[in-house]
């Protein structure tokens, strides 16, 4: 496992979510129109607010997570499940670097 690599990896995701949600955050609170009078415009206004809303919320916990991430690289325990503590496999890594948890522990939601 190539922690420099995934450790650019993870910042390179950072500044992506961070932009991001720059982005969607503009949309979201910048732009306080009333929503439109006629009714199917306004369902149509709702639907896309509510998709921004979720664009926003998947952005933020996986931001949560890559800082994390890079948190627990500063402390050298990354790449150890924090639930089990062994070894996340560099594959799981590799695809998914922001995990804290082996793909056992990260299948079970207790
Ligand atoms: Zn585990």
Redesign the pocket.
């Known amino acids: 496992m190539d922690k420099r690599a995934l450790r650019a990896r993870l910042l390179e995701l950072h500044e992506q979510l961070t932009s991001r949600l720059q982005r969607l955050d503009r949309h979201l609170h910048h732009r306080p129109e009333p929503l439109p009078a006629d009714s199917e415009e306004r369902a149509q206004e709702l639907e896309n607010r509510a998709v921004l809303e979720g664009l926003d919320d998947n952005a933020s916990v996986e931001l949560v997570e890559v800082e994390h991430a890079l948190a627990r690289m500063e402390r050298g325990d990354y790449g150890v499940?924090?639930?089990?503590?062994?070894a996340?496999g560099g594959e799981r890594l590799e695809f998914l670097p922001q995990a804290s948890?082996?793909a056992?522990?990260?299948g079970t939601r207790s």
């Open positions: 499940c924090e639930r089990c503590h062994q996340i948890k082996c056992r522990c990260a």
